[in-house]
Every structure is written in structure tokens, then in C-alpha cells.
């Protein structure tokens, strides 16, 4: 059996502890030859299942900062599958399609895209579907082959993993009957996300990009910068970039690398995120007290991983001295939310002096002054500042315009 190609660097979130060892009992048994140890590995696995509201099932993760969450949300794992990335996706059922489904897990993500995207082809042998998902821990590919499937189109998945460890010498039996259609290309990639697209040609291209890891506290290393620049250098001109997470640092680097970026769809959790190079891919912009926030505070600032190797560790201690370094030189404090109060009242006594302590380094001395509105007036259908300057007309070109409002007033400070 090969060994896992994880980096050693990175420390994926995977399983609990009990279902890796339940994985891996039942993945030496069948080396040395026991044709039942799958199916005694699919019975056992029935106590660490967690049914969520669509009667589909998921797995909990290990804990780390003695956390643990669920691999995918309790409002319903296919129903989130579907809400978050394949609906968004807006695939043209008659053309190729193609999606890169990073973190592939149990396969959720890409059994959905398969049932949302074969039934309505006019002809289901002609039109290609190639979906790469890409999964770090074979522990997890091997336990989705254990799980019930969410949907008829799960076993696609699963015959494909099953055939992917089987090739790699982690299982012997083939115990699936499955065939997956001609029109249809599975590869799975075991091995580190950021390892696998600088590996790929130069001329492959997707439709979308389902970025699913756990959140960026947490696996900051597919959440950085330079991958994400990566991943969307790999869009069609009007691919997307689906991930479920919101968080400032990840939308940042979105709108600098030259994306168009808004809401995702709400389930459960809040809305993700939504990137596409092609505005109408984008149906929510982002609300204003994130633009403000990604545009003019620290919170906005993305993680760094030059070289696409370094460890979590290291990215989350880079960002936070970058943080502390901007703040209040370049970039307004995040800590109370700042940004968010100008040309606006703040009822709060307490909380309006820290802001303004805040903002005397940009000589703001009122919410409602020129120089606050002036930051702001891009986010609003009239000019409120006097500067007469059209009207930003997305989320991107409303941050970057304030961003680059924010640089003119410190060089006036200065």
C-alpha cells in the first residue's frame, strides 16, 4: 500500500479518530484477504453516522483547538451540496462540462453536480462531464465507500474511488457493480489540493470550482492568496469559484486577483461566496458592511502562502503581524468594526469614541465629515461627498475604489 502523500505541512481536518481507525482495520483486513471486511466496516460505521434534515448522512471531524464539526452541515448534506455549489454553478447542461471539486470528502459535492447535470442532457452519451475531485486523506475516500449514498448518482462516486484504491494497492476487492457512463470522467487525486493544480497542463480550464475545505482559521492553506490566484487562473471566462465560507480575508483576495465576487446562497451556516471573471455569474453583491469591511480594515487582509507549502501555523502568525502592522498605518482597525460607522450614526456612546479614537489617524474627527464620506461615497447611488464620480457597479469595483480612497487620504496625512 502507498503511503498517503500528505505534506507535512499540512493538517487537514479529517474524520474522528475512531472512524479513521474503523477505516483502516477494515483496509488491512481486506489486503490480507478478507472479502467481508467491508462489509463489517459499513455496519460498524453506522454508530459514528450523523443523519442530517434530508435524511443524508455525514461524519464528524477530528477535533482540533478541541473543536469538532460536522463534514457538512446538519440543515442537510446533499440539500447544502446542491443550495451551495452545484445550483450556483449555473452549468449549461448542453455543453462539456468540467468542475474541479477540491476537498472532495465523501463525494457530496460531485454526486449532486451529476444528478443536477445527466438528467437534463438531451443526449447523455455525447456530452462529457469531467469532474477531478481532489481528497488528502485516502482515509476519507475509503469511508465514503461505507456510508448510505445520498443519491443514485453517489455510486458513480463511488466506483471511481473504489477503483482509484484499488489501483493504489489500499484495497483488493472489487465489490461494486456500477459502470460509470462513457460520457462520464471521474479522476480522484489523493493528494494536497495545492500539489495537485501546479501539476496540471497549462491549457486545462473548468466551469467551476467547488473549493470545500473546513474554514479558514482552521485550513488556511487552501484559503491563501497565491492559491486562490491559482484556482482562478483555471476558470473558463465564465467559470466560477463556489465556497461556502464568508470570511474577509478570502473575498479580499478574490476582488484583488481581478475577480467579480458576491453572496452565495444561505443555508444553515451564513452565505458563502461566490468568484466568477464573468459579472453575470454574480446575482448578490455583497452587503456594505462587508465591502467596507474587506475594503478599509485589517480583517481584509488574505493569507499568505508564496510558495503554495507552508504550514497553517506559519500563514495564520504571517497574517495576524501583518494585521498588526496595518492597522492604523494603511488599514483602519477591525476591532470595532470601524469602517462600518461612517456617514452613519453610532448609538452606542462608548463604542462611537473608540471609533473615532480610531479614525484620528486619518484626521476623521466626525462620522459625517468630508473625509468619511468621501471613503464611502462609492456605495451609494448618489454622490455623497461632492466628488461626482460614477457610480461603482459591483462589489469589486465598490472595494476597490474605497481601498484605493483610503491610500489617498493617508498620503495626505502624510
Known sequence: MKNSTTNPFYNPLTPEEGILSLVREWVEKERNGDKNAREQAAYKIKEYLVETADGSYTLRSKKMDNTSETMHTIHGAFHEAKEKFVNPAGFNVNEEISILDICSGLGINAAA??????????????????????????????????????????????????????????????????????????????????????????????HAV????????????????????????????????????????????????????????????????????????????????????????????PFRDPE?????????????????????????????????????????????RRVLNHLKKFKITDLYSERARFLVCPQYTSCICHCEKGRGTSSRTRVKEMEHRLKMLIEDVH
Open 113 to 206: 453536480a451529476l444528478e443536477k447535470i445527466m438528467p437534463s442532457q438531451n443526449n447523455v452519451e455525447e456530452r462529457k462531464i469531467e469532474i477531478d475531485m481532489v481528497e488528502i486523506s485516502w482515509e476519507t475516500l475509503a469511508a465514503s465507500l461505507i456510508i448510505p449514498s445520498p443519491s443514485e448518482y453517489h455510486q458513480f462516486i463511488k466506483k471511481a474511488i473504489e477503483t482509484y484504491l484499488i489501483t493504489n494497492n489500499y484495497l483488493k476487492f472489487c465489490q461494486l457493480n456500477e459502470k460509470i457512463p462513457e460520457n462520464i470522467e471521474l479522476h480522484v487525486h489523493c493528494q494536497d489540493a495545492r500539489e495537485m493544480v501546479k501539476n496540471l497542463p497549462p491549457e486545462k480550464r473548468y
Open 210 to 301: 467547488f473549493l470545500d475545505p473546513f474554514s479558514p482559521a482552521k485550513s488556511p492553506e487552501l484559503y491563501s492568496y497565491e492559491f486562490l490566484l491559482k484556482i482562478s487562473s483555471l476558470l473558463k471566462e465564465d467559470g466560477v469559484i463556489l465556497t461556502y465560507t464568508a470570511a474577509a480575508p478570502v473575498r479580499y483576495a478574490l476582488i484583488d486577483i481581478g475577480l467579480e465576487v458576491g453572496e452565495g446562497p444561505a443555508m444553515g451556516r451564513s452565505g458563502g461566496t461566490i468568484a466568477s471573471p464573468d459579472l453575470s455569474k454574480i446575482s448578490k453583491p455583497l452587503s456594505r458592511k462587508d465591502e467596507r469591511m474587506i475594503a478599509l480594515s485589517d480583517a481584509g487582509i
Open 308 to 352: 503554495l507549502s507552508d504550514s497553517a501555523e506559519n500563514m495564520i502568525k504571517r497574517r495576524q503581524l501583518e494585521r498588526e502592522t496595518a492597522r492604523n498605518q494603511y488599514k483602519m482597525a477591525s476591532t470595532v468594526k470601524t469602517p462600518v460607522y461612517l456617514a452613519d450614526d453610532v448609538e452606542d456612546a462608548r463604542t462611537k
